[in-house]
């Protein structure tokens, strides 16, 4: 039936329950597309007889319903369209995001655009395993960054200029942690309370919450799935360039370390994490990694920092 059965066995291309149709999934890095790109989507399902395409939890447009046979001209014209096949089998699949600091008012980082390059480098790569990656851009972690292989989150520190609180509250009304407290006519900051959100910093009217900006938190070994499980942090880093070359370190690792068959989630203790992390973190710039406290000389008279 095909001439060439490489686009059939690649990762976007779904076997549907009846066999004589598939469905075809796209590449939409970060769920980004353009008008003029989604209009030439709905042309082509059209044109292969589809009466809907669905949205999917990974940011990607599925078409379903396709005819096998038509599956070259069919990625021919996604191609022509900018939104190739994208990845189901066991390889690095469409990098989701939020909206991050581009919109969002909670956004500490620019998630859309660390996805995308994270996507550039890594996407369709065969590895022994599927990888999920997921990018959020604060700690209400929209897209879920714990529960996939490899997660991102923007986090930003609080650290309040000394001397200068007038004890209005406001800040303690917008923590939603309760780890800020007014004791002696200034606002107190519990740390082993504030998940480092950033909402504080933002609410304050006099501008004394301050902090050295945002850091990236990554993530390995989350699962969905029938058994979900939480991701364990392994490094925290300054940049979203540093981020992206974290997360390409970690999927080198697994290609190399990790068994097929089984979810990255179940052998981490297996492939020696702990031992990994100490690796990475070996590897990354001293003024790359993120330290908590670090805030540059503090000018109390004036309440600014330098």
Not at 131 to 150: D, F
Not at 185 to 211: A, F, H, Q, T
Not at 257 to 269: F, M, N, P, V, Y
Request: hydrophobic share 35%; with cysteine; glycine share 10%.
């Amino acid at each position: 039936m095909f001439k060439d059965r490489g686009v059939h066995k690649r990762g976007g291309v779904i076997t549907e329950r009846n066999p004589e149709y598939c469905t075809i999934r796209t590449r939409l890095p970060a769920g980004m597309i353009r008008p003029g790109q989604l209009r030439g989507i709905a042309d082509i399902a059209e044109r292969y007889g589809a009466d809907a395409v669905q949205l999917t939890v990974r940011q990607t447009i599925e078409i379903p319903g396709m005819p096998p046979e038509r599956l070259d001209d069919i990625s021919n014209d996604l191609t022509t369209n900018e939104t190739p096949l994208g990845a189901e089998k066991d390889e690095v699949k469409n990098v989701i995001a939020c909206t991050g600091n581009r919109r969002c008012i909670f956004g500490n980082i620019d998630a859309i655009s660390l996805a995308l390059e994270i996507d550039r480098r890594l996407f369709g790569k065969e590895m022994p395993v599927k990888l999920r990656i997921a990018v959020s851009g604060c700690p209400n972690a929209c897209t879920s960054p714990m529960l996939n292989e490899i997660g991102v989150m923007g986090r930003i520190e609080p650290i309040r200029v000394p001397g200068m609180c007038t004890g209005c509250g406001t800040c303690v009304e917008y923590c939603k942690e309760d780890a800020i407290a007014i004791k002696k006519g200034i606002s107190v900051l519990d740390s082993s309370k504030c998940i480092d959100c950033g909402v504080c910093i933002r609410s304050c009217p006099y501008d004394l919450l301050k902090s050295s900006g945002p850091y990236y938190v990554i993530t390995v070994g989350g699962s969905r799935g029938r058994h979900p499980k939480i991701g364990r942090e392994l490094v925290a880093v300054r940049s979203s360039r540093a981020a992206a070359d974290v997360v390409e370190k970690v999927v080198t690792w697994v290609y190399r370390r990790a068994w097929s068959g089984w979810l990255l989630a179940d052998q981490l203790d297996e492939l020696r994490f702990e031992t990994f992390r100490e690796e990475i973190r070996a590897q990354i710039a001293e003024e790359d990694l993120f330290r908590p406290g670090i805030l540059g000389e503090e000018d109390v008279s004036s309440g600014t920092v330098t």
